[in-house]
């Protein structure tokens, strides 16, 4: 029987660095530039060192053996329902499980899937491929041609990283093409234009690629031809983020154009008209989200005036194949929010976050304009559009909540059809969800979600995990907990989601509120939460972590350096830290429109106090902090986290750091990675928090 380890023992296995040093001008000289090296040897060497430590101290937790378990056994288990895509009178899926944790790709006919059948026909073994091949292929997408959808686009990435191969494969024979079009690792872009000819973006050689990384052209590419002699639709100035192409398929025939990002958030979008390209007229932050009933359908992030009128920033609207006319689908309230848009051949999709309540509505146009209807759905959780159906218009749609799993809808007309419930993971039996809100430091009001059993909350302050992220108009939603639900809150601890500005919980102005300079607000949301569940009873100093990954892992990294003092475990995931040179390190550059410019002088002084890394002290007593990323990650740096915890290390501060050698964005490449991840993540929070209510492990 292992022993179990209280949480001062647990602690006692802490990793001890050289005595503190003097304090290091990192903006002026930056000494751990090598880790910047992302497989240098030395670097890895160092890497190879930290995880050898963090790992002895976090699989000794008495409870890790039994949450990788766990996590293994959620991921991927059999009782999952596939989600799929519904094209051409079949339902498409892909799978992992502990067979196949690489991937099947597959399908059966739609019918069948409806009445719950399980016989699949397989299109691709992932795993296979893989071995035959001698790859760490990681499946990251397939385009289909429609509207036979025989012929696919299919991306594959070496390890999970952004960069990956384009393989055109043929469902019919279920192979590659031979002589088939193919496109080299990069960060590619494709779109069908017919059968014989496609739009790409990539790395065409030298000076083709924009200082983000990312295609800088846009070609037409023709069946036979060699790229080189692709012939160029668009191209942009380097300094610019990106070109990507796109079609849609209208019912006849695709529509073909590009869309130009000038930053992250200002955009062109162009569309194909013979042999030219014309820019449609719309404001520069405002998204493409589709074409139905021979109009494009656009989703507007700041007004904007045409035809006599002015539509709302957060509306969609309908703009005229001709540009000619221009009419309103839906504008938003100061509570609700558009979350998502989805097209087919006649209809328009909109998932909608009423005060974070999910709501789908479905667009029909009309002689008077577009009429909209909801879907009947379950009220006070989240909704999906998992799939619409190009040509008819059905949906899947699911409903759930943080211990409610997702149940899925079939939708045809306003009336859903239940056709699936997902398993319970966890034991919700007494478990409870709970809305409160904080008054951040100018008096906003700052919605956050605890889930946790009723028995933990009565019982006093307890172990807690506060989620956030706080970017990029991305809103974080009180979905089905599965893992937290299973390796912490059945275990006696609490979760919490937080809906901090920044996110697109309630549209572009919540999002832009936290914009460059004035991202201190993020900050300071998230603190007042934090204050606010202690004040509450829920938990206390010495039992709040943290935790957030890539951008949360910036919120991670300033919540620690600016508040060391309120909190007691931090979980730093894939994060960026240096935010005096994250522009020049990989897609960095593609995040000023986000962040701001460490190289505009007026906007580098926020930078200068916001930026972790450049703030760190060396006499300041910092919780531990748990760093994690993957080599492999291309979009952001791992020596982001690398050089964080070098400079801890430097001046004496504990640590743990975990990286994973191949992984990408995600920091996982596969299921059984994954699973290792969150019984590392939960294990230090365990530790950290002192949350030791567990049974005995064989």
Same mark, same amino acid.
């Given at each position: 029987m292992?022993?179990?380890?209280?949480?001062?023992?647990?602690?006692?296995?802490?990793?001890?660095?050289?005595h503190?040093?003097?304090?290091?001008?990192?903006?002026?000289?930056?000494?751990?530039?090598?880790l910047?090296?992302?497989?240098?040897? $030395?670097?890895?060497?160092w890497?190879?060192?930290?995880?050898?430590?963090s790992?002895?101290?976090?699989?000794?937790?008495?409870?890790?053996?039994?949450?990788?378990?766990?996590?293994?056994?959620?991921?991927?288990?059999?009782?999952?329902?596939?989600?799929?895509?519904?094209?051409?009178?079949?339902?498409?899926?892909?799978?992992?499980?502990?067979?196949?944790? $690489?991937?099947? #790709?597959?399908?059966?006919?739609?019918?069948a899937?409806l009445?719950?059948?399980?016989?699949?026909?397989?299109?691709?073994?992932?795993?296979?491929?893989?071995?035959?091949?001698?790859?760490?292929?990681?499946y990251s997408?397939?385009?289909?041609?429609a509207?036979?959808? +025989?012929?696919?686009?299919?991306?594959?990435?070496r @390890?999970?990283?952004?960069?990956?191969?384009?393989r055109?494969?043929?469902?019919?024979?279920?192979?590659?093409?031979?002589?088939?079009?193919?496109?080299?690792?990069?960060k590619?872009?494709?779109?069908?234009?017919?059968?014989d000819?496609i739009?790409?973006?990539?790395?065409?050689?030298?000076?083709?690629?924009?200082?983000?990384?990312?295609?800088?052209?846009?070609? %037409?590419?023709?069946?036979?031809?060699?790229?080189?002699?692709a012939?160029?639709v668009?191209?942009?100035?380097?300094?610019?983020?990106?070109?990507y192409?796109?079609s849609?398929?209208?019912?006849?025939?695709?529509? @073909?154009?590009?869309?130009?990002?000038?930053?992250?958030?200002?955009?062109?979008?162009?569309?194909?008209?013979?042999?030219?390209?014309?820019?449609l007229?719309?404001?520069?932050?405002?998204?493409?989200?589709?074409?139905?009933?021979?109009?494009y359908?656009?989703?507007?992030?700041?007004p #904007?005036?045409?035809?006599?009128?002015?539509?709302?920033?957060?509306?969609?609207?309908a703009?005229?194949?001709?540009?000619?006319?221009?009419?309103l689908?839906?504008?938003? +309230?100061?509570?609700?929010?558009?979350?998502?848009?989805?097209?087919?051949?006649?209809?328009?999709?909109?998932?909608?976050?009423?005060?974070?309540?999910?709501?789908?509505?479905?667009?029909?146009?009309?002689?008077?304009g577009?009429?909209?209807?909801?879907?009947?759905?379950p009220?006070?959780?989240?909704?999906?559009?998992?799939?619409?159906?190009p040509?008819?218009?059905?949906?899947?749609?699911?409903?759930?909540?943080?211990?409610?799993?997702?149940?899925?809808?079939?939708?045809?007309?306003?009336?859903?059809?239940?056709?699936?419930?997902?398993?319970?993971?966890?034991?919700?039996?007494?478990?409870?969800?709970?809305?409160y809100?904080?008054?951040?430091?100018d008096?906003?009001k700052?919605?956050?979600?605890?889930?946790?059993?009723?028995?933990t909350?009565?019982?006093?302050?307890?172990? +807690?995990?506060?989620?956030?992220?706080?970017?990029?108009?991305?809103?974080?939603?009180?979905?089905?907990?599965?893992?937290?639900?299973?390796? #912490?809150?059945?275990?006696?601890?609490?979760?919490?989601?937080?809906?901090?500005?920044?996110?697109?919980?309630?549209?572009?102005?919540?999002?832009q509120?936290g914009?460059?300079?004035?991202?201190?607000?993020?900050?300071d949301?998230? &603190?007042?939460?934090?204050?606010?569940?202690?004040?509450? @009873?829920?938990?206390?100093?010495?039992?709040?972590?943290?935790?957030?990954?890539?951008?949360?892992?910036?919120?991670?990294?300033v919540?620690?350096?600016?508040?060391?003092? %309120?909190?007691?475990?931090?979980?730093?995931?894939?994060?960026?830290?240096?935010?005096?040179?994250y522009?020049?390190?990989?897609?960095?550059?593609? #995040?000023? @429109?986000e962040?701001?410019?460490?190289?505009?002088?007026?906007?580098?002084?926020?930078?200068?106090?916001?930026?972790?890394?450049?703030?760190?002290?060396?006499?300041?007593?910092?919780?531990?902090?748990?760093?994690?990323?993957?080599t492999?990650?291309d979009?952001?740096?791992?020596?982001?986290?690398?050089?964080?915890?070098? %400079?801890?290390e430097?001046?004496?501060?504990?640590f743990?750091?975990?990286?994973?050698i191949?992984?990408?964005?995600?920091?996982?490449?596969n299921l059984?990675?994954?699973a290792?991840?969150?019984?590392? &993540?939960?294990a230090?929070?365990?530790?950290e928090?002192?949350?030791?209510?567990?049974?005995d492990e064989?």
């Amino acid at each position: 029987m292992k022993r179990l380890l209280t949480s001062v023992a647990f602690a006692a296995l802490s990793f001890t660095a050289a005595h503190a040093q003097s304090e290091i001008d990192v903006m002026k000289e930056d000494p751990f530039l090598w880790l910047e090296e992302v497989e240098g040897e $030395r670097a890895l060497d160092w890497v190879r060192a930290q995880n050898e430590r963090s790992l002895a101290i976090l699989e000794a937790h008495p409870a890790y053996d039994a949450m990788l378990a766990e996590a293994k056994a959620i991921l991927t288990s059999d009782e999952r329902v596939p989600g799929v895509s519904l094209r051409g009178g079949y339902a498409y899926n892909f799978w992992q499980d502990a067979d196949h944790v $690489r991937g099947l #790709w597959r399908r059966m006919p739609q019918d069948a899937y409806l009445k719950g059948e399980t016989e699949w026909e397989i299109l691709m073994d992932l795993d296979k491929v893989a071995e035959d091949e001698g790859e760490n292929w990681v499946y990251s997408g397939s385009s289909c041609l429609a509207p036979d959808y +025989t012929r696919c686009l299919v991306t594959l990435s070496r @390890g999970g990283s952004d960069a990956a191969v384009v393989r055109e494969y043929d469902l019919s024979t279920k192979s590659f093409v031979e002589d088939g079009f193919y496109l080299p690792e990069a960060k590619s872009s494709t779109a069908w234009l017919d059968e014989d000819t496609i739009l790409v973006g990539t790395d065409f050689g030298e000076g083709t690629l924009t200082d983000s990384g990312y295609p800088r052209q846009v070609k %037409l590419w023709k069946r036979g031809q060699d790229l080189s002699e692709a012939t160029l639709v668009h191209e942009i100035p380097q300094a610019d983020i990106w070109a990507y192409p796109l079609s849609f398929w209208d019912g006849e025939k695709y529509r @073909g154009g590009v869309f130009h990002g000038e930053t992250f958030y200002d955009y062109n979008w162009l569309v194909l008209d013979g042999d030219t390209v014309k820019r449609l007229p719309l404001p520069k932050k405002a998204s493409l989200s589709g074409y139905a009933s021979g109009d494009y359908i656009i989703e507007l992030k700041e007004p #904007w005036e045409f035809g006599g009128e002015t539509y709302e920033a957060g509306s969609v609207v309908a703009l005229s194949d001709d540009m000619e006319e221009a009419s309103l689908i839906i504008a938003p +309230t100061a509570k609700m929010a558009v979350q998502g848009v989805s097209t087919s051949e006649d209809d328009v999709i909109v998932s909608l976050l009423d005060d974070i309540q999910g709501r789908v509505v479905r667009f029909e146009k009309s002689r008077r304009g577009w009429r909209g209807r909801d879907v009947r759905l379950p009220e006070g959780g989240v909704v999906g559009v998992q799939t619409v159906e190009p040509k008819t218009g059905a949906l899947i749609v699911t409903y759930e909540n943080p211990i409610t799993p997702d149940t899925y809808y079939f939708v045809e007309n306003r009336r859903p059809k239940e056709i699936r419930q997902a398993p319970a993971f966890f034991d919700a039996d007494g478990m409870v969800v709970q809305r409160y809100e904080a008054t951040s430091k100018d008096g906003t009001k700052i919605p956050y979600t605890i889930m946790a059993k009723k028995e933990t909350l009565d019982g006093g302050p307890a172990p +807690t995990i506060q989620y956030g992220y706080g970017g990029f108009e991305i809103p974080i939603l009180p979905t089905y907990a599965a893992t937290a639900g299973k390796l #912490w809150a059945e275990r006696g601890g609490v979760y919490v989601t937080t809906n901090i500005r920044g996110g697109g919980e309630y549209g572009p102005a919540w999002h832009q509120a936290g914009l460059k300079g004035n991202r201190q607000v993020i900050y300071d949301d998230f &603190q007042a939460i934090s204050e606010d569940m202690i004040e509450r @009873g829920i938990t206390t100093k010495e039992q709040l972590g943290i935790l957030g990954g890539s951008n949360g892992g910036l919120l991670m990294g300033v919540s620690m350096t600016q508040r060391p003092d %309120l909190y007691k475990g931090v979980g730093i995931g894939v994060p960026l830290l240096d935010m005096l040179r994250y522009d020049k390190l990989l897609a960095g550059a593609s #995040w000023v @429109g986000e962040y701001g410019d460490p190289d505009n002088p007026e906007e580098r002084p926020f930078l200068e106090k916001i930026s972790p890394y450049h703030n760190l002290r060396p006499d300041v007593d910092y919780p531990r902090p748990f760093f994690f990323t993957s080599t492999k990650d291309d979009r952001v740096h791992p020596g982001h986290a690398r050089k964080m915890a070098r %400079l801890m290390e430097e001046y004496g501060h504990d640590f743990l750091y975990y990286e994973n050698i191949e992984g990408g964005h995600g920091a996982a490449a596969n299921l059984d990675q994954a699973a290792r991840r969150l019984a590392l &993540q939960y294990a230090y929070f365990a530790g950290e928090l002192g949350l030791i209510d567990y049974a005995d492990e064989e």
